[in-house]
């Protein structure tokens, strides 16, 4: 929540009542190891302050997947929706990180029969693994399977909200490709980057981000 400091301060000002939500796992305990995606759209929305109103749903990265689920299937709540830096898609990996990936297979095929092939692995797999992951719990690194293995691709052409797209230009964990592929893939929706940022471009490019926003709302 504290990565939206910046957010909540602008947007007060400007007159909106802004709610930045914690989540069991980040800003709150652990939840069961069973939740994924849809659990955590489902414990968003019991937790509206009103769920007869509609609000702004703003999404960063993981918050993106759970925005873009709650879009889909309960868009009577949703009045517009904010992706930035938005998760949620599994777009094919590039060709260094397919070479590792499939090393990765043939080490745990051959990790039983030959010496030294486990630790190759590891190796391997903390190359590909997020620093979020590596650090993460036991129980939320089951959970972050959970998210990351469930492709939103199929939400995304039943999304009716009026949608902005806002990303930093230098993003390497939600690259660019994956902005474009949101944008043709949600009708109403524009793009907007920000030069120069990278995954948190709301936290380093907070006044360009707000003024983008801003304008999207305000229309």
Avoid at 93 to 117: C, T
Wanted: hydrophobic letters at 40%.
């Amino acid at each position: 929540m504290n990565s939206w400091v910046q957010q909540l301060d602008y947007f007060q000002k400007q007159g909106f009542k802004v709610l930045a939500m914690e989540m069991p796992g980040f800003d709150l305990p652990e939840p069961n190891p069973n939740w994924g995606v849809p659990e955590y759209a489902d414990y968003v929305i019991k937790h509206l302050p009103d769920r007869k109103k509609r609000y702004v749903f703003i999404g960063h990265s993981f918050g993106g997947r759970v925005s873009i689920f709650i879009a889909c299937h309960d868009p009577e709540i949703v009045d517009r929706l904010v992706l930035t830096n938005s998760a949620g898609l599994n777009l094919k990996p590039y060709p260094g990180r397919s070479i590792l990936i499939l090393l990765s297979k043939l080490a745990y095929i051959a990790q039983k029969h030959v010496a030294g092939v486990s630790f190759l692995r590891s190796i391997i797999r903390n190359v590909l693994g997020s620093r979020g992951f590596r650090e993460a719990t036991p129980v939320m690194r089951e959970v972050m399977k959970k998210v990351v293995n469930l492709d939103l691709q199929d939400c995304l052409p039943k999304i009716k909200a009026k949608t902005l797209i806002i990303w930093g230009d230098k993003d390497k964990i939600t690259p660019v490709p994956m902005a474009h592929a949101l944008h043709k893939s949600i009708q109403d929706s524009s793009l907007k980057f920000i030069k120069g940022a990278g995954h948190s471009s709301h936290k380093t490019h907070a006044n360009e981000w707000n003024e983008i926003v801003y304008e999207f709302l305000d229309k």
